[in-house]
């Protein structure tokens, strides 16, 4: 499947290369009320936008705001930052679903979704992928978790004489990936041997998004080196008693190389 025309990752990429960041802020925030995280989302975008290369929103603002006006205002000031903004629903369920749930996302303001390949193409996946590239929106898919249990799960091997080349759950999804025409894989930080391997498939047809870093113990150095373009960092930012001085730092530190090129 081409890989031209994904409008998401250029934008992803002219964001990154302007602010010198491959950082993504993972806004995972706790508060008494509705407005309360609203306004701190935003106040975080204006404070820290100018070290970011985009923002991901999950179930810690989804479920206690309105998508349509607090979640949409969140997206609005992310964008007029210059920045991407990416949920993260992990979303696993037939077609029909899918598509309601992401007209909502899109509607809300979102540019990418992260999704669960577990729900498989045909009646699952496919349609949303074919929405979303005419909408000119991502689509990533989840690769390998970062908490510790997700060896147990992504990690399991797989019958060899079925698979030329997979060995694991994750090398699978992968696969699956590249062949679907996603616009990148979520990959944990925590796992940098799996990222190095997800590197050697994909080459440099997609690129690898990691969390964990910092507060579940994933090194930023260690996961680029083996092959991650962007570090999904929440708490290890959120919770900083500096968190604009923490940001700075960890993109001054992790910057170069370039992120890789988005190739046919």
């Given amino acids: 499947m081409s890989h031209q025309g994904r409008k998401f990752l250029q934008r992803l990429i002219r ?14 925030l706790l508060g008494k009320g509705r407005l309360e995280l609203r306004d701190r989302a935003i106040s975080l975008i204006r404070e820290l936008g100018e070290d970011l290369a985009a923002v991901k929103v999950n179930f810690h603002l989804l479920l206690p705001l309105s998508i349509l006006s607090d979640v949409k205002k969140i997206c609005v000031e992310a964008h007029e930052m210059g920045l991407q903004v990416i949920a993260d ?5 037939i077609a029909s679903t899918n598509l309601l749930t992401t007209s ?8 990418a979704v992260i ?5 498989g193409y045909e009646g699952g996946l496919q349609p949303l992928l074919e929405d979303a590239r005419i909408r000119e929106k991502g689509v990533i898919i989840l690769g390998y978790m970062s908490h510790f249990g997700a ?31 996603a616009d990148g894989l979520v990959i944990g ?9 997800t ?11 990691s969390p964990g870093i910092a507060t579940q113990g994933g090194d930023p150095k260690v996961a680029i080196k083996a092959g991650t373009d962007f570090l999904i960092v929440g708490r290890g930012i959120l919770e900083a008693k500096d968190p604009l001085r923490t940001l700075s730092s960890l993109r001054k530190k992790t ?10």
């Fill in 15 to 28: 964001s990154a290369e302007a602010k010198n960041s491959r950082v993504i802020l993972a806004l995972d």
């Fill in 89 to 93: 629903i992990k979303l696993n369920d």
């Fill in 104 to 111: 909502y996302l899109w509607r809300a303001g979102f540019d």
């Fill in 115 to 119: 999704v669960n390949p577990i729900a």
């Fill in 151 to 181: 060896q147990y799960t992504y990690g399991l091997p797989l019958n060899s004489s079925l698979y030329d080349r997979i060995s694991t759950l994750s090398e699978l999804f992968v696969s699956r990936a590249l062949d679907w025409g």
């Fill in 189 to 197: 930080a925590t796992y940098p041997k799996t990222i190095k391997k």
């Fill in 199 to 209: 590197r050697q498939i994909v080459g440099d047809r997609l690129p690898i998004f």
């Fill in 255 to 264: 910057w170069p190389p370039k992120i890789r090129v988005i190739r046919e």
